[in-house]
């Protein structure tokens, strides 16, 4: 009786199932806090847009970050951290930052990503936050990948609730260990040196010793000086009751990355890492119409140059900027220039040829057909964008990741790299002229850029799913491989190598010992003979 009044409910469930959406897309309107506080644009520029989607499918957002959405959206109520983006955009001195060496490169991202936490946690913005009442239940913490450490007491105060990271800058090595996923010196480069695979001996070498450095500076100086700015900050019952950072970091659920293998190398991917480049590039809309008309006036090819939401080209050296408007006065008469320049004054003797703009619309510009080059900072996002429209590329890398990202592209020959330091109107015109007139970039570009863009799932989408899969099951437990929770002697069989040879070790040592009781005897039975 009772077993067919339950199935007589069954078609009901369905047909409420079906009504909500039906199958694996369906996850129930949710609480989701965005913790997203890297302060650079560009991090914002990739991240938005997934805030986007999940609003769009009826999931109530908290996002906290440097900037509001804009303009603002139903179902997102943002919380700002006031003066972030000014806080670290001080004066810069790029010729100073190219001086920086790769070991250095390390404790600069970090000191500055603990500096800014630790500037945020006494923002209005944080402490609004804090005022939330301590009873108030999340469903998921999406946070990023890097940067927000120190916030991380939010997930003890709400509930602990499962966390998916995402994250802009790429695949760094901490995000492949918190979620075990094999990270080998031998065949992935670290991500501030420019290797490319196979790895010769100094390769390796120097590669082993930046994880090691990398490893020390994560865990004995970054991660404890966030726990530090936590137990700070956090009041009485959450400071106490809250896990170190490493935990709560090695504890989430799901990590998604801006990365793909045509771009990146291929590399093995645990189920719980999940690459999603390309999550911020949209169908191109239709460009202003003098840039337009700018652009169809250059059938012989169209050069935009830009470095980036985060570099003022302004600010460059004198001369950087006279070698790049020398070469762009040199180069022939039909190629026109669009130059993302920040200041009300032109820079000196600019030819006719070239066109400056405070703001220009990158990944538009980049769909123009008569587009032929860019000429980048090789910035993870202008990569990307410049690989989906196939425009190949001429490489200016100034910081962090963009060596990497500059010297991949042009192992792919899609690229031409150039140094700041030694930046000469030669050197600019030799490249451009190079990736201009050799038809060879960009048919390699149109190639890659057909495999970049050719997924199962639409990026964007990608990332969704994963989300909603998360809090669809409350956590990705499944999704956790063996690897996140091993010791490395372990990982490396350390303990079986040992044993092993400690038992040919004992096997030869009874063989030996054998041996010379055995020739003893001989020889005693010898000495008896004689
Ligand atoms: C907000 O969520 C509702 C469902 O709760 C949805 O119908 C609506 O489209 C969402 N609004 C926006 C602007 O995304
Ligand atoms: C959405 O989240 C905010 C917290 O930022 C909360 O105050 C509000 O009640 C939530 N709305 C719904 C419909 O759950
Ligand atoms: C790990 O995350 C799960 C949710 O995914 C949560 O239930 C559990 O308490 C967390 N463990 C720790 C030690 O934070
Ligand atoms: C965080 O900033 C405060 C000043 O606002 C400073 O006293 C403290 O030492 C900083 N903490 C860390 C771990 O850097």
Avoid at 150 to 156: A, K, Q, R, W, Y
Avoid at 163 to 186: E, K, R, Y
Avoid at 350 to 368: E, F, T
Avoid at 419 to 437: C, I, N, W
Wanted: positive net charge; proline residues 8%; aromatic residues 10%.
């Amino acid at each position: 009786m009772a077993a067919g009044r339950s199935l007589a409910r069954w078609p009901l469930a369905a047909l409420l199932l079906a009504a909500c959406g039906g199958g694996g897309g369906w996850a129930s309107a949710s609480n989701v806090l965005m913790i997203l506080t890297t302060p650079t644009p560009s991090h914002h520029i990739w991240s938005s847009p997934l805030v986007e989607a999940l609003a769009a499918r009826g999931h109530n957002l908290t996002v906290l970050s440097p900037t509001p959405l804009k303009p603002p959206r139903a179902n997102v109520t943002d919380i700002v951290i006031e003066g972030s983006l000014e806080y670290t955009d001080a004066d810069t001195d790029y010729h100073a930052l190219t001086q920086i060496s790769t070991l250095e490169w390390i404790r600069t991202t970090m000191e500055w990503y603990a500096n800014s936490c630790n500037y945020s946690l006494s923002t209005k913005g944080v402490r609004q936050l804090f005022d939330y009442p301590d009873d108030f239940r999340f469903d998921l913490i999406v946070i990023e990948g890097s940067g927000g450490e120190c916030l991380l007491g939010f997930v003890e105060k709400f509930g602990r609730p499962p966390v998916v990271a995402i994250n802009g800058f790429g695949n760094p090595q901490w995000l492949n260990w918190n979620v075990g996923n094999p990270d080998h010196p031998a065949y992935v480069s670290h991500s501030q040196l420019t290797l490319r695979w196979p790895f010769s001996f100094t390769d390796k070498l120097k590669n082993v010793l930046m994880y090691l450095a990398t490893l020390y500076h994560y865990y004995v100086e970054f991660l404890p000086a966030n726990d530090r700015m936590l137990h700070t900050y956090f009041a009485g019952a959450v400071a106490s009751r809250a896990a170190p950072v490493a935990e709560t970091l090695a504890n989430v659920s799901v990590v998604l990355v801006n990365a793909h293998h045509s771009l990146d190398g291929a590399r093995p991917f645990v189920p719980a890492l999940v690459p999603i480049a390309g999550i911020h590039i949209k169908q191109p809309k239709p460009l202003p119409k003098d840039l337009q008309q700018f652009l169809d006036g250059a059938p012989e090819g169209a050069v935009y140059f830009s470095l980036g939401s985060l570099v003022r080209s302004d600010r460059l050296g004198a001369q950087q900027r006279d070698a790049l408007v020398g070469a762009f006065a040199a180069l022939p008469r039909g190629v026109r220039v669009l130059w993302k320049w920040e200041s009300d004054a032109p820079p000196p003797g600019l030819p006719p040829n070239v066109r400056v703009g405070k703001w220009l619309p990158q990944s538009d510009i980049l769909a123009h057909p008569n587009v032929r080059a860019f000429i980048s900072h090789a910035g993870m996002l202008s990569s990307h964008e410049s690989t989906w429209r196939g425009v190949p590329i001429v490489a200016i890398p100034l910081i962090v990741d963009q060596y990497l990202n500059a010297a991949r592209l042009q192992g792919l020959g899609v690229a031409e790299k150039l140094d700041y330091a030694t930046l000469s109107k030669e050197s600019v015109l030799a490249a451009l002229t190079k990736v201009l007139g050799d038809p060879s970039y960009r048919e390699r570009m149109r190639e890659l850029s057909a495999v970049f863009r050719e997924r199962p799932r639409p990026p964007l989408e990608t990332a969704v799913f994963w989300i909603e899969h998360v809090l669809r099951h409350r956590g990705a437990p499944r999704m956790r491989a063996p690897t996140a929770d091993m010791a490395w002697y372990e990982l490396m069989l350390l303990d079986v190598a040992a044993f092993v040879l400690l038992v040919v070790a004992a096997v030869v040592a009874v063989i030996v010992l054998c041996a010379r009781g055995v020739r003893r005897k001989i020889g005693g039975g010898k000495k008896k003979t004689e």
